[in-house]
């Protein structure tokens, strides 16, 4: 897990992963950059009791030149450790419990040995209670397993379209959707306001490449405002913060349309040209 706590008004803000803590990163800093506030944010990575795997400090606006993905390159990717119930009830989990009778035994005779069998009893319990937790944990990987199967099933019906009305119709986009979509139009956003040659790998073949020409600006930041789904295709709103090359930063509203490619190398494919205006309109 991973929090940033703010040095304006002291709140917390919490984060499942790191690229969610990203994001969020990316949120304050527009919000700095429009009220024109400066702030300091502590990071940190922390494990599933509280205990501070990774720290560090940002400044926000970012000094010109610079950003926050490459100041923290090397953040946030200490492993968690795992812990769990069967870590001390698997066979050798426990070196403490199993070196015992050894150091017991140490120095006595061996008339002293029959006491042992004593102990089997116990230890005869112990192997029953390691045998049906063993198998209580694989019975539920199986359920997970079966679930995540069905989940997927439902998924791929969902996106082709099974048992739904064929009448044209917008759709809720699901997590799992939006979060692709989303990705591969933020690569296509810096390749567009670059205009770098990336651009014809995002965008489909019939697209007239003389309406992907745009003015040269860098993007300070990129916020989805809405997506929507519609007959297979998700028509996309950002809100960009963008640079020019004397150093005005401006805001504008971008908007383009979206589907699913699997022959293309991001599995996603740009069907029209943006559609820019002034934001706040």
Known sequence: MFTYTSSIDGKTQEFPNRDALLLGLESEENRCL???????????????????????????PMPEGTNYQEALANFGLQAEPRKGLLSGLLPGGDSKSSNLPAKHSQGK????????????????????????????ALLLGLLSFFISTENAKKLRAAKTGTGQPKSSQTV??????????????????????NQTDEIKTYAAPDIDKAKLKTDIKTPTSVLMESIKAKDGKYTVTYVCGLKDDSGKVSTERVTFTVKDDKSSDYGYQVTTAPKLSAYPS
């Open 34 to 60: 429009q009220m024109n506030i400066t702030t300091e944010l502590t990071l940190q990575q922390v494990d599933q009791e509280g205990n501070i795997l990774d720290q560090t400090k940002l400044v926000f």
């Open 109 to 136: 005779t061996v008339r002293q040995e029959p006491a042992a069998p004593r102990k089997s009893p116990f230890s005869f319990l112990v192997t029953m209670l390691k045998g049906t937790v063993i198998g209580l």
């Open 172 to 193: 809720q986009v699901n997590a799992f959707d939006e979060h692709g979509v989303d990705v591969f139009s933020r690569y296509f956003l810096g390749a567009y306001f």
